[in-house]
């Protein structure tokens, strides 16, 4: 079954500290993975996909096939990094986009 | 530019009512998205409109869900006979030949 799971329904941590938001995926095959990010009152919008492997607000994320898993790293969050992050995979150009149920991150000073 | 436009932004509606709800992409944007976000839940896949292709309506929930694009423009979302079930966000996102896709601001349905 195509699944992509986030176990944290929430994440509190402090101004500075480092932030992990888990991301496991299910997929027969080689999907492409992203993470798309929701701030208040905002629309979602994409914040990375794993085909740019590129960092994004001090964000970054590994693919690991092994472990089929899309973790959501910064080394140092920011208050302004508060909002709702969604894992998410595509089986390809064009393809509708699996979502996991999200986690919210709350940064606090 | 203009990105992915949607209306209403809410719509509250008794229960056996139908709505339709509306989706303006980006313009030159050949991919068509709708999904379905309930209270607590990911966002649910609901169908895919890519240019003059059959649409993919792998993911409508019964046969009450319809939608509708004209060409590579405006898509309409239909509900008939809604349920309180039906109560979410509806979310429409567009995208160039499969590339990323934009996310329109949603639609909050409420059935009473």
């Known amino acids: 079954a195509q699944r992509v799971t986030q176990p944290e329904k929430l994440l509190s941590v402090f101004k500075g500290a480092p932030v992990e938001l888990k991301c496991n995926y299910s997929?027969?095959?080689?999907?492409?993975l992203f993470w798309y990010v929701q701030y208040s009152r905002q629309r979602l919008q994409l914040l990375l996909r794993?085909?740019s492997r590129e960092s994004i607000k001090g964000f970054t994320a590994d693919l690991n096939k092994g472990e089929t898993s899309f973790h959501l790293k910064k080394p140092f969050a920011q208050e302004e990094d508060s909002a709702m992050y969604y894992c998410a995979l595509s089986g390809g150009a064009g393809t509708a986009l699996i979502f996991g149920k999200g986690t919210t991150l709350s940064v606090s000073s | 530019g203009a990105g992915v436009s949607q209306s209403p932004s809410n719509k509250v509606t008794e229960k056996g009512k139908d709505v339709e709800l509306r989706c303006d992409p980006i313009?030159?944007?050949?991919?068509l998205y709708w999904y379905r976000q309930r209270l607590g839940q990911g966002l649910e896949f609901l169908i895919y409109?890519?240019?003059?292709?059959?649409?993919?309506k792998s993911g409508l929930p019964s046969d009450r869900f319809s939608a509708e694009r004209t060409g590579e423009s405006v898509s309409t979302l239909t509900i008939q006979r809604t349920q309180q079930e039906d109560s979410a966000v509806y979310l429409c996102?567009?995208?160039?030949?499969?590339?990323?896709?934009?996310f329109g601001p949603g639609t909050r349905l409420t059935v009473t």
């Open positions: 996102a567009s995208s160039f030949r499969g590339r990323e896709q934009y």
């Open positions: 313009s030159g944007h050949t991919a």
């Open positions: 997929y027969s095959g080689s999907p492409e």
């Open positions: 409109f890519q240019g003059n292709s059959a649409p993919d």
């Open positions: 794993h085909i």
